[in-house]
């Protein structure tokens, strides 16, 4: 028997890859959620060699689209979509308790099997650390704005310290680089190269022309990944994660000074990375009471010679 020819539309790119608008259609979503949901799955637009649906479409792949039917993150994104319409609703109404009752039952999600699901190994997580760095420490050093949350750039400052604190101790660090940028460090790390790029602490003007809530999503997925890293290389040299840090010095700006080190089985503290600053104090009376007897002694022996020559001019004058 003869093969009965495919229907158009039934088989080939059509079928394997669907518009945007259909991605979003099939899975229920808003355009903002179905870009968070991506981003945090990993899953980016494809470029199909015949585009049925128009040259002008995004094309995702069907197997993709597929894949994150089944993703628990769909639903909470879902119920946080009903959760913000209730709350329009409630503030409409002015009711204040309906809001703040709202507020304490706010749904949230949890990235751990993504990032899991993402790196199957340890080695493959500090591959894909470069991104992840640079971008916690860029956060690090923006100010906090309506779109920019101040809770996560303290976030993203405490994860980049708690790294280089693990550098610092274990001799990591390999190449430094200056640049317009910013500095560039290269550390070693389980024989995988990690290169990140630190910027200069200066007041930052934020361009209107950024995307922040995009910038934000990737945010979000890369400080669980920093977390389970931070976790790891900490707990390979035996010292407990998260370290404690000091209120006082972190109120004073301190940095790495604020970060104490503890190892597991709790028999030891450590002192902070730099040398507490009561101590050169200390240092500077001790060398300050050793330079004024110093002194009192030379001016005791200049009047000693003044003394003597005064006497041997007098006796020169006798004769």
């Given at each position: 028997?003869?093969?009965?020819?495919?229907k158009?539309?039934k088989a080939?790119?059509?079928?394997?890859?669907?518009?945007?608008n259909?991605?979003?259609?099939?899975?229920?979503?808003?355009?903002?959620?179905?870009?968070r949901?991506?981003i945090?799955?990993?899953?980016?637009?494809?470029?199909?060699?015949?585009?049925?649906?128009?040259?002008?479409k995004?094309?995702?792949?069907?197997?993709?689209?597929?894949?994150?039917?089944?993703?628990?993150?769909?639903?909470?994104?879902?119920?946080?979509?009903i959760?913000?319409?209730k709350?329009q609703?409630?503030?409409?109404r002015?009711?204040?308790?309906?809001?703040?009752?709202?507020?304490?039952?706010?749904?949230?999600?949890?990235?751990?099997?993504?990032?899991?699901?993402?790196?199957?190994?340890?080695?493959?997580?500090l591959?894909d650390?470069?991104?992840?760095?640079?971008?916690?420490?860029?956060f690090?050093?923006?100010?906090s704005?309506?779109?920019i949350?101040?809770?996560?750039?303290?976030?993203?400052?405490?994860l980049?310290?708690?790294?280089?604190?693990?550098?610092?101790r274990?001799r990591a660090?390999?190449k430094?680089?200056?640049?317009?940028?910013g500095?560039?460090?290269?550390a070693?790390?389980?024989?995988?190269p990690?290169?990140?790029?630190?910027?200069?602490?200066?007041?930052?003007?934020l361009?209107e022309?950024?995307?922040y809530?995009?910038?934000?999503?990737?945010?979000?997925?890369y400080?669980?990944?920093?977390?389970?890293?931070?976790?790891?290389?900490f707990?390979?040299?035996?010292?407990?994660?998260?370290p404690?840090?000091?209120?006082?010095?972190?109120?004073?700006?301190?940095?790495?000074?604020?970060?104490v080190?503890?190892?597991?089985?709790g028999?030891k503290?450590?002192?902070?990375?730099?040398?507490v600053?009561e101590?050169?104090?200390?240092?500077?009376?001790?060398?300050?009471?050793?330079?004024?007897?110093r002194i009192?002694?030379l001016k005791?022996?200049?009047?000693?010679?003044?003394?003597?020559?005064?006497?041997?001019?007098?006796?020169?004058?006798?004769?």
């Open positions: 028997m003869a093969r009965q020819p495919k158009a539309g080939g790119d059509a079928v394997n890859y669907m518009t945007r259909q991605a979003i259609k099939r899975l229920q979503l808003s355009l903002a959620d179905f870009r949901l991506c945090l799955k990993g899953v980016y637009p494809r470029d199909p060699s015949k585009k049925v649906k128009g040259k002008d995004t094309y995702y792949a069907t197997k993709d689209i597929l894949f994150l039917l089944h993703e628990p993150v769909l639903e909470k994104l879902r119920e946080l979509k959760f913000r319409k709350v609703k409630a503030k409409a002015k009711d204040k308790f309906r809001v703040k009752l709202l507020h304490n039952g706010k749904p949230f999600y949890m990235l751990d099997h993504l990032v899991k699901e993402r790196f199957p190994t340890f080695v493959d997580a591959r650390m470069d991104d992840a760095l640079s971008m916690a420490t860029l690090a050093n923006l100010p704005t309506e779109q949350n101040p809770k996560r750039v303290l976030n993203c400052r405490r980049c310290l708690e790294f280089i604190s693990f550098v610092i274990t660090l390999r430094v680089f200056l640049s317009i940028k500095c560039y460090f290269q070693v790390i389980d024989n995988q990690i290169t990140w790029l630190a910027p200069y602490e200066f007041g930052q003007e361009p022309d950024v995307d809530r995009v910038m934000m999503t990737f945010l979000e997925f400080e669980t990944q920093l977390h389970f890293i931070n976790y790891r290389l707990s390979s040299i035996g010292l407990k994660y998260p404690r840090i000091d209120q006082k010095l972190d109120g004073l700006h301190a940095g790495l000074r604020a970060i080190m503890e190892k597991k089985d028999e503290q450590e002192q902070p990375a730099a040398v600053e101590e050169p104090e200390v240092k500077k009376g001790k060398n300050k009471g050793k330079g004024s007897q009192k002694s005791g022996k200049l009047k000693e010679l003044e003394e003597e020559e005064g006497g041997e001019e007098e006796e020169g004058l006798e004769e």
